[in-house]
């Protein structure tokens, strides 16, 4: 089933050939930073099931967990697309608001949340971790 993901303005499109393997809600600083304020819902994916048309700048960064990752974002519109760690490259992270259809998958745990501001609304129905968990693969 090919979904298909992109920023603001059109200038980048996305498809991805595959199934999302797992979905976060993370509310580090960086993706508070990304997010204007709020978490990020960040949606997983093989690398090699997504290809992307349009130009994309990436901004490199050493996460709180330590990971060194570079961010995709449109160079038009600035729409955060994409996270990759340089320690899992074989795994792309798209933001669920790039995707054509953000209700593709639910977040199935909310992560970081020591560095959630104390007004942040954080479902009681999700899993809750202080800091980073483990890779989905």
Sequence with gaps: MPHGAGCLCGAVRIAI???PMAARMCWC???QYLGG???TVNVCFPSDKVSTQGEVRWHE???DSGNAMRRGFCPACGTPLFSIAESRPHLTFIRAGALDD???IAP??????QAAPEWACLDPELPHY???IPPVA
């Excluded at 199935?108 to 949340?113: E, G, L, N, P, S």
């Design 61 to 63: 960064s050493v996460a």
């Design 17 to 19: 050939d595959a199934e």
């Design 108 to 113: 199935q745990a909310v992560i970081w949340t």
């Design 130 to 132: 202080e800091a980073q």
């Design 37 to 39: 304020g709020s978490a």
């Design 102 to 104: 953000p209700g593709l």
């Design 29 to 31: 600083r960086l993706c």
